[in-house]
């Protein structure tokens, strides 16, 4: 059993930034691939980026690339979403999720996810 708590949320102004974190628990952590989602009322969940096993490779949706930084730090267990340039469109509850398939973008490679974290960026 694989327990991820997300970490980080809150509210901002455009513009601004804020770092999220999801702290694992339950199995070795640089055993599989993590990922981090998003959703926004009345929408689908979306793929905001990956990291690899080993945090050597990161993937990105279009419109996160540049803004978004995902780093993780397997001695803690810990994987971060530095989001930086935020828009109001940025508005989500995020996700952190685990995978042990190559396939990051789509949800339904993920095994295992966190509860949530909200962000919400005022214009």
């Known amino acids: 059993q694989v327990q991820l708590v997300e970490s980080g949320g809150g509210l901002v102004q455009a513009g601004g930034s804020l770092r999220l974190s999801c702290a694992a628990s339950g199995r070795t952590f640089s055993s599989y691939a993590m990922g981090w989602f998003r959703q926004a009322p009345g929408k689908g969940r979306e793929f905001v980026g990956a990291?690899?096993?080993?945090?050597?490779?990161?993937y990105y949706a279009a419109s996160m690339k540049g803004r978004f930084t995902i780093s993780r730090d397997n001695a803690k267990n810990t994987v971060y979403l530095q989001m930086n340039s935020l828009k109001p469109e940025d508005t989500a509850v995020y996700y952190c999720?685990?995978?042990?398939?190559?396939?990051?973008?789509?949800?339904?490679?993920?095994?295992?996810w966190g509860q949530g974290t909200q962000v919400t960026v005022s214009s």
């Open positions: 999720a685990i995978t042990y398939s190559s396939d990051y973008v789509r949800a339904w490679s993920y095994d295992y």
């Open positions: 990291i690899t096993r080993s945090g050597r490779n990161t």
